[in-house]
């Protein structure tokens, strides 16, 4: 998508029509608009938004906001008094319109939208609110225009709502807009994930799970159809409901924690914000020793986490069905030198005295394995159990690698949950001392908030336990229903229909796990490259030197480069101008994308920037190298821009991008104040207001510098 | 004598290994491209879709007919 032109009707304080042209030159597709504060920088970012979605940040609801206000109000400026009484003037005809135009170009393809709304009442206040009007016309190769019939659909195929706040955004709401804590916690991902070319990848996979599940329901139904297979098949439809049915309970857990955890961390921003400097003095160790343990439950987290997967994927491996059982494995070093030739049986007598078998399992007396394990001496012949034993240690020597390895690794990760537990409860103990020395300045809204805190802490704490042994139960249920479909694979059955079916789960699983693959792939080697650039950028612009890393949730960390440590209050201006550098990154490498039409992915979501005031927390240093990376990483750049934030030695690094470049002009009333105010431009000084307010000349005009 | 459930039993092992090595099998190049065809395919249909009016069941059983497809050409 590339902006050609713009073009208000009684917007705002824009009076009558005005227009603004947007280069598209490739060498030069910067447009400069230069406003002083309260002139309309904001106004006019927010006219484009409202023609496309109809929706604006300031006013969205409202329509009776949106038009100009100069002619809702206009009993201010156009008056006589005939008769001692106060007569009002209608304004023009032309005043009962409010429009934008936004004519744009996406995929070769020339579109003219428009949004319109009439006024019922011109007098007082009070307008009603009245319905706007939304056209959108497409442009044919032979230049004439035809209407597209569902408009806004069509908009939102070219630039989803959603996705509009990256590329069409005031540089003082960047920070809302990368704060992946907003929202469901899922949306800023996705958005991202969209902007990078995910979305038909992801709808492919969701499609992909429709038809699998609807197919399993087929496939069941038929095995348990069939008299060979149908107390499996009955067993596969229960497990099937019971999949669903967690797979709901796992979703509402989420949702539950993902706001509990919000309270919380809004509960602990709030305990910052009070109390007095003793107070704040402790809260912020106890926001230290608060951090320290909920980062090291998260390291614990991630240690239950290796030693559930090294139980699920390299333990079943290895050992199998036996691990199901619960069965410990092997250890070989257990049996050193207890097995010389010949002497089995006091090898088996050992096992018995011991109550342990050879695979760890308890020999309680006069239990069913006890029995077993001596009947071998009494009845087995010494060469069966000396091939048996044989057999049991091949297997051990076969697996000893991975299992040794296994062995190890779960030891470790045994030894570090230990630790990390220790760690905790100390973390802990330290908090509780200092929540109490808190309680005890008397401040009854901290101690309030203290308790509210905990009991949200601990309801984090359950509902994460909860998530935990549901995904674990969730995998379980998914492994006795791969070992229900392998039993039924076994039995030959005559029915293509259902092999049919079985053939059909086997590619969508496969499609599935490829797809995903790919996505991992290049969702890494996107993070990279974004991070890479960003990371040049606060590399080269910086004040500090600082390392830049995009974490799986793109969010931008910045560590302090020497220590590796959190750069924690970094500065706005810093933060500031890693989030631009990580909008403008993302949006560059989508733009790689643009021509992918052969590959797995949709083409990259390509829209113009339109930053209105860029530079908000920035200082002069800071400001410059903004200009000097966001034409670098941009496609087409329209920037909005403060007089008072413009240097002429900006010119050096900005002005050989730009292809268009305008200056608002503010029409003073009669007997306002004038500021003198001019803008510099290479040399030239430009007036930036007059007091020729008349009908003519009302609220902002746009004038072109050529 | 019957086979003791408590001991190992290496046949068993030995299948729970082979069904383990084909969960971790890898593809061969040429089944990789025609699964990369069929996703391909697939992510065509979701474009179309997208970009037209259609509806849902409709896509879904466009996938279910080219996976169908697939599963035949495969024999």
């Known amino acids: 998508m590339n902006l050609i032109k713009l073009k208000t009707t009684n917007w705002r304080n824009f009076y009558g029509e005005h227009e603004l042209d947007f280069s598209n030159k490739e060498d030069k597709h910067v447009t400069l608009i230069h406003g002083q504060n309260g002139t309309g920088k904001t106004t006019m970012l927010n006219a484009i938004k409202w023609c496309l979605y109809r929706t604006t940040p300031d006013f969205d609801k409202e329509l009776k906001d949106v038009p100009n206000v100069e002619i809702a109000?206009?009993?201010?400026?156009?008056s006589k008094v005939e008769n001692g009484k106060t007569i009002k003037t209608k304004p023009s005809d032309s005043g009962s319109i409010f429009?934008?135009?936004?004519?744009?170009?996406?995929?070769?393809?020339?579109?003219?939208?428009?949004?319109?709304?009439?006024?019922?009442?011109?007098?007082?206040?009070?307008?009603?609110?009245?319905?706007?009007?939304?056209?959108?016309f497409q442009k044919s190769p032979l230049g004439d225009s035809k209407l597209i019939s569902e408009p806004q659909s069509a908009i939102s195929r070219i630039l989803p709502q959603e996705l509009s706040d990256y590329f069409l955004f005031s540089g003082e709401t960047v920070g809302k807009?990368?704060?992946?804590?907003?929202?469901?916690?899922?949306?800023?991902?996705?958005?991202?994930?969209?902007?990078?070319?995910?979305?038909?990848?992801?709808?492919?996979?969701?499609?992909?799970?429709?038809?699998?599940?609807?197919?399993?329901?087929k496939k069941n139904a038929l095995i348990a159809a069939d008299n060979l297979t149908k107390a499996s098949g009955n067993k596969l439809i229960?497990?099937?409901?019971?999949?669903?049915?967690?797979?709901?309970?796992?979703?509402d857990l989420n949702k539950d924690y993902r706001v509990a955890d919000k309270s919380y961390e809004d509960i602990k921003k709030e305990i910052e914000e009070t109390g007095h400097e003793q107070e704040q003095l402790l809260g912020s160790q106890l926001r230290k020793k608060e951090k320290d343990r909920d980062d090291e439950i998260v390291r614990r987290q991630g240690f239950i986490n290796e030693k559930i997967e090294l139980i699920e994927k390299y333990g079943f491996a290895i050992f199998g069905a036996f691990l199901k059982k619960e069965v410990q494995p092997l250890k070989l070093a257990k049996f050193d030198g207890k097995l010389p030739a010949g002497v089995i049986d006091t090898f088996i007598e050992d096992l018995l005295k011991k109550h342990k078998c050879i695979c760890d399992r308890e020999l309680a007396a006069k239990t069913n394995e006890y029995n077993s394990v001596k009947a071998l001496l009494d009845t087995a012949n010494t060469s069966v159990i000396d091939d048996r034993l044989t057999k049991a240690f091949t297997a051990t020597n076969l697996f000893s690698g991975r299992a040794n390895k296994f062995i190890s690794n779960l030891d470790r990760v045994s030894n570090q949950l230990e630790t990390s537990d220790r760690l905790i409860s100390s973390y802990s103990?330290?908090?509780?001392?200092?929540?109490?020395?808190l309680k005890g300045f008397g401040n009854k809204d901290v101690a309030t908030l203290l308790a509210n805190k905990r009991t949200l802490k601990n309801s984090c704490e359950i509902l994460k336990e909860k998530i935990v042994s549901k995904k674990i139960i969730l995998k379980r249920t998914r492994a006795d229903i791969a070992l229900i479909?392998?039993?039924?694979?076994?039995?030959?059955?005559?029915?293509?229909?259902?092999?049919?079916?079985?053939?059909f789960e086997r590619v969508i699983k496969i499609a599935q796990k490829r797809l995903t693959i790919n996505q991992e792939k290049y969702e890494k080697s996107a993070r990279k490259t974004i991070t890479k650039t960003v990371?040049?950028?606060?590399?080269?612009?910086?004040?500090?030197?600082?390392?830049?890393?995009?974490?799986e949730n793109f969010n931008v960390n910045l560590t302090v480069t020497d220590t590796d440590t959190i750069a924690a209050g970094a500065g706005q201006g810093t933060e500031m101008l890693s989030k631009l550098s990580f909008i403008t990154s993302l949006i560059s490498h989508s733009k790689l994308r643009k021509n992918a039409e052969s590959s797995w992915a949709a083409p990259g979501t390509i829209a113009p920037f339109v930053i209105d005031a860029p530079f908000s927390e920035m200082d002069e240093d800071y400001q410059k190298s903004t200009l000097k990376f966001l034409p670098a990483q941009s496609h087409q750049l329209i920037i909005f821009l403060s007089n008072g934030q413009w240097r002429e030695h900006y010119e050096d690094v900005i002005g050989d991008f730009i292809g268009k470049r305008y200056y608002y002009k503010n029409h003073i009333k009669p007997g306002g104040n004038l500021t003198q105010s001019k803008l510099p431009v290479k040399g030239i000084e430009y007036e930036v207001e007059s007091d020729d307010w008349d009908k003519a000349h009302l609220g902002t005009s746009i004038v072109e510098i050529k | 004598m019957s086979e003791d459930k408590n001991l190992i039993n290496l046949d068993e092992l030995s299948t729970i290994m082979r069904s383990a090595e084909e969960n971790f099998e890898e593809l061969s190049a040429q089944r990789m491209d025609d699964y990369d065809n069929l996703i391909k395919r697939i992510i065509l249909i979701e474009k179309v879709h997208k970009y037209g009016s259609s509806g849902f069941e409709k896509k879904i059983k466009e996938i279910e007919d080219l996976i169908e497809a697939f599963i035949k050409k495969e024999g």
């Not at chain 1, 428009?114 to 006024?119: I, V």
């Not at chain 1, 007098?123 to 319905?131: D, E, N």
């Not at chain 1, 103990?429 to 020395?437: F, G, I, P, Q, T």
């Open chain 1, 429 to 437: 103990n330290a908090v509780d001392d200092l929540e109490k020395k």
């Open chain 1, 238 to 251: 229960t497990l099937n409901e019971d999949l669903t049915f967690i797979v709901d309970q796992l979703a």
């Open chain 1, 73 to 78: 109000h206009w009993d201010t400026w156009d």
């Open chain 1, 99 to 136: 429009k934008v135009e936004l004519r744009f170009e996406h995929e070769g393809i020339e579109y003219r939208a428009t949004r319109e709304a009439h006024q019922k009442d011109m007098r007082g206040k009070a307008i009603a609110p009245g319905k706007d009007e939304f056209s959108l």
């Open chain 1, 177 to 217: 807009i990368l704060d992946s804590s907003l929202g469901d916690g899922n949306g800023y991902k996705n958005a991202v994930r969209d902007i990078l070319g995910f979305t038909l990848s992801d709808a492919a996979l969701k499609d992909l799970d429709t038809v699998l599940q609807k197919n399993t329901r």
């Open chain 1, 535 to 551: 990371h040049t950028n606060m590399m080269d612009y910086s004040h500090n030197d600082y390392t830049a890393n995009v974490d």
């Open chain 1, 485 to 503: 479909e392998k039993d039924i694979e076994k039995i030959k059955v005559n029915n293509p229909e259902l092999e049919m079916r079985i053939s």
